[in-house]
Nanobody
Framework: QVQLVESGGGLVQAGGSLRLSCAAS????????MGWYRQAPGKQRELVAA???????NYADSVKGRFTISRDNAKNTVYLQMDSLKPEDTAVYYC??????????????WGQGTQVTVSS
């Protein structure tokens, strides 16, 4: 069994900052790409940022220059530092990870989601 547990969401005023964390645990051999998605009410889930095991990053245009994704491979954890937050960043944020389990089986796992609300 593999689990992704997120933390760090909450309510913040526009211009403020939040840091999300997502820790993977269980029968993990290796984690490849890790990332963050978000889904606002009435909208489709969208990619926010992703990071490879070697540290190559990719960001949605809407968050470039404001959000920073990072990871700690030793802790099987991915982070999302969110600065200069805007009301339009309000959404449920989900982490995801491509995990190879100890038995050699690979699949994508998702966290339960954490609410981020930015007030104007």
């Amino acid at each position: 069994q593999v689990q992704l547990v997120e933390s760090g969401g909450g309510l913040v005023q526009a211009g403020g900052s939040l840091r999300l964390s997502c820790a993977a645990s269980g029968s993990i051999f290796r984690i490849d790409v890790m990332g963050w998605y978000r889904q606002a009410p009435g909208k489709q889930r969208e990619l926010v940022a992703a990071i490879t095991r070697s540290g190559i990053t990719n960001y949605a245009d809407s968050v470039k220059g404001r959000f920073t994704i990072s990871r700690d491979n030793a802790k099987n954890t991915v982070y999302l530092q969110m600065d200069s937050l805007k009301p339009e960043d309000t959404a449920v944020y989900y982490c995801t990870a491509a995990i190879i389990q100890t038995g050699g089986y690979m699949r994508d796992y998702w966290g339960q989601g954490t609410q981020v609300t930015v007030s104007s």
